[in-house]
């Protein structure tokens, strides 16, 4: 089945005993057994399987060509579970442009542990190999990133991996592109996480996470670590992301038709210093972008010629677009990351212009969204 179809048939079968056609929210604990040590169906306990996640697990697994699906309460909690299968002393190497809540935990929680860790232009193939060890264990990509939208070309990365002799597991957060645009296992990785908050849920009302794998025995080592640390994905979350999912091919082609057209409009403007869209001609990865992306996504990010306080009083200005954390929801956002999502790096090498701006361009009319950053901006 294409992409489409699968959004809206994978993992979920019309309900056995009524045929509910969506798949229902078990608002159960726990589960009568057949008897002692045989659950019916594989069912025990909601922290170590749930149909309405199973459903959900199932489906992000078809999505992103992968043999298993894992869903947890938030992008973090599934970022968290996948560094639970390193030792002290192992290490990482990671973009030096992840999400500040990346950054956060890998800097400032998991060095605690004892764990190693390496931000690297991810973008540059001497920079990343000159950064790996062999003790690393994980490589970590974000692309596009956040919020710099550099992208790094997965296939180069992945064949530079597999010859290493440390052989770490190559890890692609996928949330800006999701799998309708970008599918980085057929590239190479070997595990994919997402925040499922975002494009995949698609309407600002839930928090999710996921991975997202093909080799059986690392998806048994993060299955064993979902329920031993328990930060799951409840089963009224799992029907929203669930739900989201079925219209994620419509909203992702209309987000990146109007991100297009703004990055167009911003691209002319006097007082935008720097205009950053993956798709856009003056992206420095923009082959690389169009060769593994169907398209260029929603998300734009601009630096303003007045620094800070012009930033500021931009995003402060927009009247549709709205000030706010978060992205890829269907209606538009605006926010200035060094001191909203980004400010867990301050004063480090990740450290974000104070002059950026990023915008999540939602789904509404293109010319009133032009409209309003144009005033914005005025």
């Known amino acids: 089945m294409k992409f489409e179809t699968l959004a809206i048939h994978a993992g979920q079968e019309p309900d056995p005993n009524n045929g509910a056609v969506m798949t229902p929210v078990y608002f159960t604990s726990t589960y009568m057994q057949d008897g002692i040590g045989r659950p019916r169906q594989g069912y025990e306990y909601s922290r170590t399987l749930n149909p309405t996640r199973k459903a959900l697990q199932d489906c992000l697994a078809e999505l992103e060509s992968g043999t298993f699906g ?50 690297a232009d991810t973008t540059d193939p001497e920079n ?58 057929e590239l190479g990785a070997d595990l994919v996480v997402h925040s499922t908050t975002k494009y995949l849920g698609g309407h600002s009302d839930v928090v999710g996470g996921a991975i997202v794998g ?33 219209t994620l091919p419509i909203r992702m082609d209309r987000h990146a038709q109007n991100a297009e057209k703004i990055a167009a409009f911003l691209d002319k403007q006097k007082n935008v210093k720097r205009l950053i869209y993956p798709f856009h001609e003056s992206h420095p990865q923009v082959q690389i972008a169009k060769r593994q992306m169907k398209n260029g996504g929603g998300m734009i990010s601009f630096v303003m010629k007045g620094g800070k306080d012009a930033a500021v009083k931009a995003a402060e200005s927009t009247k549709i677009f709205t000030l706010a954390e978060s992205l890829g929801g269907v209606e ?24 950026l701006v990023r915008l999540s361009v939602g789904i509404e009319n293109v010319d009133d969204l032009i409209a309003d950053i144009e005033q914005a901006l005025r």
Do not use: C
């Open 70 to 119: 894992l869903a947890f309460a938030s992008g973090m909690a599934a970022t968290d579970t996948v560094l639970r299968m390193l030792a002290s002393g192992d290490h990482v190497v990671a973009g030096n442009d992840v999400y500040g809540g990346t950054f956060r935990l890998f800097d400032k929680i998991l060095r605690r542990f004892g764990l190693d860790f390496t931000f």
């Open 332 to 355: 538009s956002l605006i926010e200035v990351p060094a001191a909203m999502t980004h400010l867990s790096v301050a004063g480090s090498a990740l450290e974000v212009d104070p002059g």
């Open 128 to 185: 990343l190999a000159e950064a790996l060890t062999p003790s690393t264990r994980i490589v970590w990509l974000e692309t596009p990133t956040n919020p710099l939208l550099a992208v790094t070309d997965i296939r180069a990365v992945a064949e530079m991996v597999k010859n290493h002799a440390s052989k770490p597991l190559l890890v692609v957060d996928n949330t800006f592109a999701t799998p309708y645009l970008q599918r980085p296992l």
């Open 214 to 246: 093909k080799d059986k025995e690392v998806g048994e080592k993060l299955a064993y670590l979902q329920n031993a640390i328990g930060g799951i994905q409840g089963p009224m979350d799992s029907f929203l992301v669930l739900r989201g999912i079925k």
